[in-house]
C-alpha cells in the first residue's frame, strides 16, 4: 500500500498539469496571436488601381479639380482599407445622368478587370449607386454620391449658360 503522501503529491501533480495543459490548448490559438499590418500588399488589386480620373476627365474636358485619400487600419482579425475620390468640376446639365451612369460603369468594369465578383448594385444616376463586390478573402463596398451642384467658386471669367459647378465623391471601403 502507498502512503497516502504519495497519493496526494501525484494526484496534485496530475491535476496541475491537466490544467497547464487546458490552459494552452483553450488560451493558445494561432490567429489569435497574429495581428495583421495595413500594407499595401493586403489591398485588393481593386482599390490599388482604381480611379475615377480618366471618366472625370471625359466629361469636365480636363478642366476639373480632383482629389483621393486613403485609410487603413489593422487589427488582430483583418485590416480594413478606405479610399475617397472627390471630382469638382464645372459641366452642363444635360451631362449629369450621362456621367453618372459613366461613373457606375466604369466602377463595374474596373472591379470585374481586376478580378472581383459583384454581388450587388443598386442605385439611379440621381440617388448614387453601391456595389458590393468580393475579391479573394476581400469583402468591399464602393458607393457613388449623386452630383451635387456647388457654391460659386470665384471664377476670372462667369461659366458659360446652362453650365454649373457640381461635386461628386467616390467611396471605397474594404475587409
Not at 502512503?3 to 496526494?8: E, K, M, Q, T, W
Not at 485619400?69 to 488582430?76: K, L, S
Not at 459613366?102 to 440617388?127: K, P
Request: charged share 20%; glycine share 8%; no cysteine.
Amino acid at each position: 500500500m502507498k502512503s497516502p503522501r504519495v497519493l496526494i503529491a501525484l494526484s496534485v501533480l496530475l491535476l496541475t498539469v491537466g490544467w497547464v495543459i487546458w490552459d494552452r490548448v483553450h488560451t493558445f490559438s494561432p490567429t489569435a496571436e497574429t495581428t495583421f499590418s495595413a500594407t499595401p500588399e493586403t489591398e485588393s488589386a481593386f482599390l490599388r488601381n482604381y480611379t475615377p480620373t480618366n471618366v472625370m476627365n471625359r466629361f469636365n474636358e480636363g478642366q476639373g479639380v480632383s482629389g483621393s485619400g486613403r485609410t487603413a487600419a489593422a487589427g488582430h482579425d483583418s485590416v480594413a482599407h478606405t479610399a475617397r475620390f472627390d471630382g469638382n468640376f464645372a459641366l452642363r446639365s444635360e451631362k449629369f445622368m450621362p456621367v453618372m451612369d459613366a461613373l457606375r460603369d466604369d466602377v463595374a468594369t474596373q472591379l470585374v478587370g481586376n478580378g472581383a465578383r459583384i454581388l450587388s448594385q443598386v442605385g439611379e444616376a440621381r440617388a448614387g449607386f453601391h456595389f458590393e463586390y468580393k475579391l479573394g478573402k476581400t469583402v468591399g463596398s464602393v458607393t457613388i454620391t449623386p452630383l451635387e451642384l456647388t457654391p460659386v467658386l470665384s471664377r476670372i471669367e462667369p461659366l458659360p449658360n446652362g453650365v454649373v459647378d457640381v461635386h461628386t465623391s467616390i467611396e471605397v471601403a474594404e475587409k
